[in-house]
T-cell receptor, first 109, second 115 residues
């Protein structure tokens, strides 16, 4: 079993829909990251959080440390949101990020 | 700032050849990382560095070597390339440590094919 599990693996939505991507992890962490990988391959960091909730534009990330679970929400989705969204965790001990396999999101016009 | 730059963008190698993937960052970050991404799979850490002169192995270091002689540069060396090393390679840097607290900045990637 992977230490970081994302669901769903693939998600197709219509423009304007509210989208949720989930991430569960099984190890102690110091921080959780959400990353976006564009269709061209580039990777950018969206959020880094260790508690609570963060918001940036139409994106919201939440984390529940007790339940070892995080969600990434996209409000009013747009075709330009189509990308792979990757969850990664940094352990409380140790020295690396562990990545989920990503969620492929496609938003149709 | 250019951020994290990688060269080359694409490369095709023959089995047994060697090459160096270059990575440079201009953000004065102490921490740098090399990842590989195989199709449909998550990123895997190859090597990382916490500062000039200090490197350590990640999850999948076999077949690779690194060096860190300056803060800016973190080249990845492939010796005796094998088809299993066909992948996309990403270099990244961060400013707050390897425990994951620091945001990581990624280079554009190098797509390597070994035939």
């Amino acid at each position: 079993k992977n230490e970081v599990e994302q669901s769903p693996q693939n998600l197709t939505a219509q423009e304007g829909e509210f989208i949720t991507i989930n991430c569960s992890y099984s190890v102690g962490i110091s921080a959780l990251h959400w990353l976006q990988q564009h269709p061209g391959g580039g990777i950018v960091s969206l959020f880094m959080l260790s508690s609570g909730k963060k918001k940036h534009g139409r994106l919201i990330a939440t984390i529940n440390i007790q339940e070892k679970h995080s969600s990434l929400h996209i409000t009013a989705s747009h075709p330009r949101d189509s990308a792979v969204y990757i969850c990664a965790v940094g352990r409380a001990s140790g020295s690396r990020l562990t990545f989920g396999e990503g969620t492929q999101l496609t938003v149709n016009p | 700032n250019a951020g994290v730059t990688q060269t080359p963008k694409f490369r095709i190698l023959k089995i047994g050849q060697s090459m160096t993937l270059q990575c440079t960052q201009d953000m004065n970050h102490n921490y740098m990382y090399w990842y590989r991404q195989d199709p449909g799979m998550g990123l895997k850490l190859i090597y990382y560095s916490v500062g000039a002169g200090i490197t350590d192995k990640g999850e999948v270091p076999n077949g690779y070597n690194v060096s860190r002689s300056t803060t800016e540069d973190f080249p990845l060396r492939l010796e005796l390339a094998a088809p299993s090393q066909t992948s996309v390679y990403f270099c990244a840097s961060s400013d707050l440590g390897t425990s994951g607290r620091g945001e990581q900045f990624f280079g554009p990637g190098t797509r390597l094919t070994v035939l």
